[in-house]
């Protein structure tokens, strides 16, 4: 079915509509559209961040606790229609209608948690080093900041880092991805109406490469907080840095999981299963390498191909699907070169493209077997559910190759030994490391975050968003006598 129904941008309080305007797909049923959204020229994003500018002064000087009812107020109502949202989220990026739930319930307790912090977060008090003098360490707001989020945590992403920004006082330019307007025009709705002054939040849907540079560019934005992929993220940090605005990016991962051969096996293949293909393996935090010492090897490829192929891949929406669609033509396109390009060098189960009810962009599960470290299959991010094993002679040889890559974001580990784990979790050079569970599932109180070519800047969510989203101010007062 597809709809008609138009989506605009909201730009200091108002709704814009665009003559330029694109259609929502559903992935698991291509004849399938949600509406028609907007997308932004580069009148509309100078207006966005005109307003998030004016704004600013205003909503900093807004009580805490007035920030902390309208953030709470957003939260419950998310939390409270978090199946209808769910349903739309699977519709428009593919993910099951659990995984989208589970999803929208996030997003929901993040703007809980976040109202929360805006109330909570103060400062510190401490004599100075000369006498009659107090310093006082003070956080503010910097001001307005632009957000750009990508397509495949549609709801949680954009809440993570919304929430904090709104919570101390920032004034906001958001740019969801092209392909999942219809999460983050939900969002943005759900927000103006629980009270947030014009200018506050603009929505700005548009092509990166039409409004990116006015939205990071501008002298006026203090702050840009992106989640996507490395070469967007460069482009961005130069844009943002040539006027000294404070950037945060989260970018790719190629996370190792480690099984050792002390592993339980059950355990193993149910972590490798969940990591490396739930979502479709579209997660920047997926197994994408299965690192397996060589005394568990044979058992472990055997178990984890018979749970493979039983993997129920279909329309995202349907009960029992355990993998919905990939999430478009050209990301399949990618996901295929890639898997040709393992075919030539080694064994491949899986990674064909499946017939459903509707047409839409089904592939079955893939691994990649015998794969070796510095293969380009285990080097890049795929971005699917593809997964390559990696054998390894010893425990050691096996966090060598974990710690082999250029990325850093997530690492995880399956062993029954206490001491690998304890080892592991210190040598292991990744933001985040987990022992006995998938890569990928993240709690939204914590920070996250990666080092190396995975993340620039300072974490995000938790009480760690504070970072980010303030300013540090030192004032000395003396009582003047
Ligand atoms: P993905 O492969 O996940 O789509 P991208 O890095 O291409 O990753 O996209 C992540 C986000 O960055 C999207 O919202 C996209 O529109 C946006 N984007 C793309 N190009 C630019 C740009 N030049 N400046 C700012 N944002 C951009």
Redesign the pocket.
């Known amino acids: 079915m597809t709809s008609s129904v138009l989506f605009d941008n909201l730009i200091d309080g108002h709704w814009r509509g665009s003559e330029d305007r694109v259609s929502n797909t559903n992935p698991s049923d291509v004849s399938d559209s949600i509406g028609r959204f907007a997308l932004a020229d580069v009148a509309d994003a100078r207006l966005a961040v005109t307003a998030a500018a004016e704004a600013a002064p205003g909503w900093a000087r807004t009580l805490p606790t007035a920030r902390a009812e309208i953030l709470d107020r957003a939260g419950t109502e998310i939390l409270s229609r978090k199946d209808e949202l769910g349903d739309l989220l699977a519709q428009e990026e593919g993910k099951t209608l659990a995984e989208s739930i589970g999803e929208v319930a996030r997003a929901g307790q993040i703007f809980r948690y976040q109202a929360g912090q805006a109330v909570r977060s103060g400062g510190e008090l401490l004599d100075s080093v000369r006498p009659g003098i107090e310093v006082a360490i003070t956080r503010e707001p910097l001001g307005p900041v632009t957000i750009?989020?990508?397509?495949?945590f549609p709801s949680a992403i954009p809440a993570w880092k919304i929430a904090p920004a709104l919570a101390y006082g920032n004034t906001v330019v958001f740019?969801?991805?092209?392909l999942v307007p219809a999460s983050a025009w939900h969002l943005t709705e759900i927000l103006q109406r629980a009270g947030l002054p014009a200018g506050v939040l603009n929505l700005v849907m548009g092509?990166?490469?039409v409004v990116?540079?006015v939205i990071?560019g501008s002298p006026l934005i203090a702050g840009v907080s992106?989640t996507?992929?490395v070469a967007?993220g460069q482009?961005?940090l130069e844009s943002a840095q040539a006027h000294r605005a404070r950037v945060q990016l989260e970018m790719g991962g190629k996370n190792p999981l480690i099984v050792t051969d002390d592993a339980d096996l059950a355990t193993a293949v149910s972590v490798a299963i969940q990591g490396s293909f739930y979502s479709t393996g579209q997660r920047c935090t997926a197994s994408s390498r299965i690192i397996v010492m060589n005394g568990i090897r044979a058992a472990f490829e055997r178990a984890l191909l018979e749970a493979m192929n039983d993997l129920v891949v279909d329309d995202a929406r349907k009960l029992g699907t355990q993998l919905g669609p990939v999430v478009d033509a050209s990301q399949l396109a990618q996901d295929e070169r890639y898997l040709e390009l393992a075919r030539s060098t080694s064994r491949v189960e899986g990674g064909t493209r499946l017939s459903r009810e509707t047409d839409g962009y089904y592939l079955s599960p893939a691994l990649i077997l015998d794969a070796n470290n510095d293969d380009v299959c285990s080097r890049e991010e795929i971005f699917g559910p593809v997964a390559s094993i990696i054998p390894a002679e010893s425990y050691d040889h096996a966090v060598e190759l974990a710690n082999d890559t250029e990325f850093g974001l997530a690492s995880g580990i399956v062993t029954t030994s206490l001491a690998r784990a304890q080892d592991f979790r210190r040598r292991s050079e990744a933001g985040m490391v987990m022992v006995n569970l998938p890569t990928a599932g993240v709690d939204y109180h914590v920070p996250f975050g990666g080092r190396k070519a995975s993340s620039y800047g300072s974490r995000e969510q938790g009480e760690y968003a504070r970072e980010f989203y303030t300013t540090v101010k030192t004032s000395y007062v003396s009582a003047g006598s």
């Open positions: 750009i989020t990508p397509w495949n740019k969801p991805a092209e092509r990166g490469s990116g540079d990071t992106f996507g992929s967007t482009h961005v």
